[in-house]
């Protein structure tokens, strides 16, 4: 096997040029979901390629949403099955002046793709495509039969994605697991194994106490949309820094033995110096140190404030009470938290302390999930980064978002893993990129994941 192994890897140095190519035109393709901007081109494009790798493939309409490519390529050796989720939507890229190269050039710099969708996750999917295609011309054959499902609208909390897992659930639920393939050495030099992620829930607080913007010499007498909002906001979170939402975190779940046992590791990616590496990060609570610190950092559910619109844009003088206010909050959930129950909570907390008056407006989310590290699929990825001589740190859940509950839940009830060497970052901020040597990374360790699911 190893003999085997070696002949794709050498393969894969061989053909770089052509896989970085291969990445650099995909990334030329815009595909922003919040935009509308190339999606229907750039899922044709992605079926397209997987047809090349011998799959079926086709576009799935969605009603009111974006396709889904669905694709299915045969193994003639094995009776395993790997669903492979991807994404082919992107962020938007403003501000463009921000970035050094343009965002869907793909031109290399120094020693990175500089692109939107570099990182996050187009070069990855296009990564793990070429990976196939190098085990395919050395094998004439894959390791194990693969599903696979890109959508569209990631970046749009996966809002379509219920839709096409029910319409197609009953094939969907012979696979024996689902993988995501991410370089994950957010800092460099330490891959990860990640074995679920917290739960996502953004909604809009809006407050209009006036039907026109008025001018400010009435402030003494009429009520200020922006200061309402304000108060009501400081009424959720303490001075201390604390979420003081009435019951908000009654449901959190601690982490379980095995997850306090893993977080151990996690110290280098996800503690002060991690972040100091991925964000440029110089100032944390001061009340958070060491094992505290990433255990908050990964199970602790979050209050976030996106962004904040009311009122003139800072541009000239304009002197006014503005008509109405409106912000954007984001919390992340841990087990055993759901979406209604946090959104049922805030309407309750404000209408105790009297602002009856804000709406609070469901926009987007999902709950959270994880899978145990004995799953054998999460056992492969360990063991297939091993096989590349790194040693991988497993966290028991991302900080961060995606839709693998929609996987994990019923009517699938499918382990889930995300994996994959590689350095890249600046997901969602201009200059995302991954690095040329990520891209190697990342082709030789799907290569490896494939064999090690195809023997655990």
């Known amino acids: 096997m190893q003999n085997i192994l070696d002949h794709i890897y050498d393969y894969i140095d061989q053909h770089f040029d052509e896989h970085l190519a291969a990445t650099q035109r995909y990334l030329r393709q815009p595909s922003i979901s919040t935009q509308n901007i190339g999606i229907q081109e750039c899922a044709e494009l992605t079926a397209g390629m997987l047809r090349t790798l011998g799959s079926e493939a086709s576009v799935v309409p969605m009603q009111g949403g974006h396709p889904v490519v669905y694709g299915r390529l045969a193994s003639k050796?094995?009776?395993r099955t790997l669903l492979m989720y991807g994404m082919y939507d992107v962020q938007p890229v403003e501000p463009l002046d921000a970035w050094i190269s343009p965002p869907f050039e793909a031109n290399i710099v120094g020693d990175r793709i500089i692109a939107r969708g570099a990182y996050n996750t187009k070069g990855p999917l296009m990564g793990f495509l070429n990976a196939i295609q190098s085990i395919q011309a050395v094998t004439g054959d894959v390791p194990v039969n693969i599903v696979f499902v890109i959508e569209g609208e990631e970046e749009l909390a996966s809002r379509s994605l219920p839709q096409f897992l029910a319409r197609y659930a009953e094939d969907l639920r012979k696979a024996d697991a689902v993988y995501f393939h991410l370089p994950t050495e957010m800092v460099k030099g330490i891959p990860q194994v990640m074995l679920g992620c917290k739960g996502a829930l953004l909604f809009d607080l809006e407050v209009k106490t006036l039907t026109t913007d008025a001018h400010s010499m009435s402030a003494p007498v009429v009520i200020n949309p922006v200061w309402r909002l304000i108060w009501a906001l400081n009424s959720m979170r303490g001075a201390d820094d604390r979420i003081i939402i009435d019951g908000f975190c009654e449901n959190a779940q601690p982490p379980t033995a095995e997850e306090t046992?893993?977080?151990?590791?996690?110290?280098?990616?996800?503690?002060p110096e991690g972040l100091k590496a991925m964000y440029g990060v110089t100032e944390f609570r001061p009340d958070l140190v060491g094992p505290d610190f990433v255990r908050e950092m990964i199970f602790a559910?979050?209050?976030n404030i996106n962004g904040f619109l009311a009122g003139q844009p800072l541009a000239g003088i304009k002197t006014i009470?503005?008509?109405?206010a409106r912000c954007q909050l984001d919390v992340r959930l841990v087990p055993d938290m759901t979406v209604q129950e946090v959104l049922d909570k805030v309407r309750a907390h404000l209408d105790r302390r009297g602002f009856t008056d804000i709406q609070v407006r469901f926009?987007?989310?999902?709950n959270p999930s994880r899978t145990s590290v004995d799953q054998p699929v999460a056992q492969a990825a360990i063991q297939s980064i091993r096989e590349l001589g790194m040693e991988?740190?497993?966290?028991?859940?991302?900080?961060?978002?995606a839709p693998i509950v929609l996987f994990s839940r019923p009517p699938l009830n499918l382990p889930f893993v995300t994996s994959g060497l590689g350095h890249g970052?600046?997901?969602h901020a201009p200059n995302e990129y991954?690095?040329?040597?990520g891209l190697r990374a990342c082709e030789k360790s799907a290569v490896a994941f494939l064999y090690k699911f195809a023997a655990i």
Do not use: K, Q
């Open 321 to 324: 009470v503005p008509a109405s």
């Open 434 to 437: 991954l690095e040329l040597e």
């Open 301 to 303: 559910p979050t209050l």
């Open 425 to 427: 970052w600046l997901l």
């Open 392 to 401: 991988p740190r497993v966290v028991p859940m991302l900080p961060a978002t």
């Open 77 to 79: 050796s094995s009776d």
């Open 261 to 271: 046992r893993l977080l151990t590791s996690l110290g280098g990616a996800w503690g």
């Open 363 to 366: 926009v987007a989310g999902y």
